[in-house]
């Protein structure tokens, strides 16, 4: 199924999508830039803006990773502006987890 079938499948059937995706700051950039382009859930009289799941874990792959971290705020999480998925991957913290 491709990606955009299930949100398009949600929303026909006044369901919210909620994407469930963590490990890494790259599969959140990832799913951030996903749920930026979802419409407000679900379509009816009062929709909100798409939520994030988001972990709270100690996780050196999703908080030092990428250069500059993917933080919450009050609530909120900024969709990041650099190229590609918004991150530059930080190779020092691959290098320091690598197995040989």
Same mark, same amino acid.
């Not at 909100?48 to 709270?56: A, K, R, S, V």
């Given at each position: 199924? =491709? %990606? /955009?079938?299930?949100? %398009?499948?949600? $929303?026909? /059937?006044?369901?919210?999508c909620i994407p469930h995706a963590w490990g890494s700051a790259i599969g959140l950039a990832a799913t951030l830039h996903f749920l930026a382009a979802?419409?407000?859930?679900?379509? $009816?009289?009062?929709p909100?803006?798409?939520l994030l799941e988001l972990e709270q874990c100690e996780n050196p792959f999703r908080d030092l990773l990428s250069?500059?971290?993917i933080l919450q705020v009050r609530g909120k999480v900024q969709v990041p502006t650099g190229a590609g998925l918004g991150i530059e991957i930080n =190779? $020092?913290?691959l290098d320091r987890y690598r197995v040989a």
């Amino acid at each position: 199924m =491709r %990606t /955009h079938a299930v949100p %398009t499948l949600a $929303s026909a /059937h006044g369901v919210e999508c909620i994407p469930h995706a963590w490990g890494s700051a790259i599969g959140l950039a990832a799913t951030l830039h996903f749920l930026a382009a979802l419409p407000d859930q679900p379509p $009816s009289f009062r929709p909100m803006p798409p939520l994030l799941e988001l972990e709270q874990c100690e996780n050196p792959f999703r908080d030092l990773l990428s250069v500059d971290p993917i933080l919450q705020v009050r609530g909120k999480v900024q969709v990041p502006t650099g190229a590609g998925l918004g991150i530059e991957i930080n =190779r $020092s913290i691959l290098d320091r987890y690598r197995v040989a």
